[in-house]
């Protein structure tokens, strides 16, 4: 694909198991259990998922924090596992996060124009001060904050405004991709339109290729070119953000969409409350790992796990009804 810029391929990261080694090893959480992806430069990928279903496992793996048990990532056509040092280095650079939970992200030490430049001086920027705080100052115009908050410390923005130091701090260093883990979730609702807009003036003007990653299918769908719906350690559901919400396939993907609210007042929406929890991806069901929540299983769904299969429009599902 001419266009490809990040390219996953059957990625796993399995952790041992509390416990495991007094059990002889036998225990083992499937965090992320055979993933592939493909994200086109310029696009949004939307991932998607409950709390523990291994969404954040993969972004740790694709910034290098946390090293695949198996598969394969490639950014811009390298393969990213195999660097080291300088090259490693480099590729931090081009790739950069925006975190949940501003507060917690950003130094409370630190001046809001501290924290924003930070990323300039880790990565030995050639320019000199006045050009660093040029760099700045361009930055913090861009996503909304002015000279004199450049000198106030976290503790004294709001929200959103943290927010928006930390998209800052993301994007000083021109990042190619930018994987948002939650960047909304955390702040109230009133703000929350304020910062999806301006992520996504900022993927125009900067030419950004993003991961947003989020349990909300209402904000992923606001925001997304295609999602992937994903259910403890696997993808379930894969295609066109419309397609995805507008004709849901997976009954995961169903349960997900039928819990947001909708826009229209003339729309009845039945809502599809999942019973239980999800299982620990230390002990997966057999066969399909969504069947003991599915309304709708049949019986071969206990024995025999569903492959993620694609249609002819493009749109992966792996589920057994789906065929
Ligand atoms: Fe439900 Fe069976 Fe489809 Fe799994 S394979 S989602 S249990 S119908």
């Not at 080291?84 to 931090?92: E, H, N, T």
């Not at 409370?108 to 501290?114: D, L, S």
């Not at 953000?241 to 729309?267: F, N, Q």
Request: charged share 25%; proline share 7%.
């Amino acid at each position: 694909m001419k266009d490809l810029l990040l390219d996953i391929r059957g990625l796993k990261k399995h952790f041992p198991a509390p416990g495991a080694f007094l059990s002889r090893g036998v225990g083992v959480i499937r965090a992320v259990d055979g993933v592939s992806l493909q994200v086109q430069r310029g696009e949004t990928l939307g991932l998607v998922g409950e709390s523990g279903c291994g969404k954040s496992t993969l972004a740790r793996m694709i910034l290098r924090l946390e090293t695949p048990t198996a598969g394969q990532i490639r950014f811009d056509n390298e393969d990213i596992l195999a660097w080291k040092g300088s090259a490693l280095k480099a590729f931090r650079r081009k790739v950069q996060m925006i975190f949940q939970d501003p507060y917690s992200s950003l130094n409370p030490r630190q001046t809001a124009g501290g924290i924003i430049e930070e990323p300039l001086h880790i990565h030995h920027h050639p320019g000199g001060r006045e050009e660093i705080k040029k760099k700045l100052r361009e930055i913090a115009s861009v996503v909304g904050l002015n000279e004199e908050q450049l000198t106030r410390y976290p503790h004294e923005f709001s929200g959103g405004q943290r927010q928006r130091i930390g998209i800052a701090r993301a994007l000083i260093l021109k990042p190619r991709l930018v994987i948002a883990d939650e960047p909304v979730s955390a702040l109230d609702v009133s703000i929350r339109a304020q910062i999806l807009n301006l992520l996504k003036r900022l993927q125009r003007e900067f030419d950004l290729t993003y991961l947003f990653i989020t349990h909300d299918l209402g904000v992923v769908r606001h925001m997304s070119d295609r999602i992937a719906v994903m259910y403890l350690g696997k993808i379930v559901e894969l295609g066109g953000a419309e397609p995805i919400c507008g004709a849901p396939v997976h009954p995961y993907t169903k349960a997900l969409l039928s819990a947001v609210p909708s826009m229209d007042p003339l729309r009845k929406s039945e809502r599809t409350v999942l019973s239980g929890e999800m299982p620990s991806p230390a002990a997966p069901p057999q066969g399909c790992a969504f069947h003991p929540r599915c309304p709708v299983r049949i019986g071969i769904c206990e024995q025999r796990a569903p492959l993620l299969e694609r249609d002819g429009a493009g749109h992966w599902v792996a589920c057994h009804l789906s065929r």
